[in-house]
C-alpha cells in the first residue's frame, strides 16, 4: 500500500500492536508478522519492480530467465 517497508511499519505497527493487546496475543509477534508483510508487499510492489526493470535495462525481459531454463 505505502510502497516501503519502513512507511508500512511507521504506519500500521501502533495499530498491530494494539489489536494483539486487545486480542491478548503475543505483540512481538504480531508486530514482527506486520514486518514480514511490509518486505513481502515491498517485493511485489509494482513500482518497486518497474524501478529495477528501468534500472537494470530489462523492460520487456522480466521472464525470459524462466523461459529459457524451461521452469
Request: overall charge positive; aromatic content about 8%.
Amino acid at each position: 500500500m505505502s510502497g516501503s517497508c519502513t512507511v508500512s511499519n511507521t504506519l500500521f505497527s501502533s495499530l498491530q500492536f494494539k489489536t494483539a493487546t486487545l486480542l491478548a496475543m503475543p505483540q512481538v509477534l504480531i508486530v514482527a508478522l506486520q514486518n514480514m508483510g511490509g518486505a513481502i508487499g515491498n517485493m511485489i510492489c509494482v513500482n518497486n519492480i518497474v524501478s529495477v526493470c528501468a534500472t537494470t535495462g530489462t523492460m520487456g525481459n522480466e521472464g525470459s530467465f524462466y523461459y529459457s531454463k524451461g521452469v
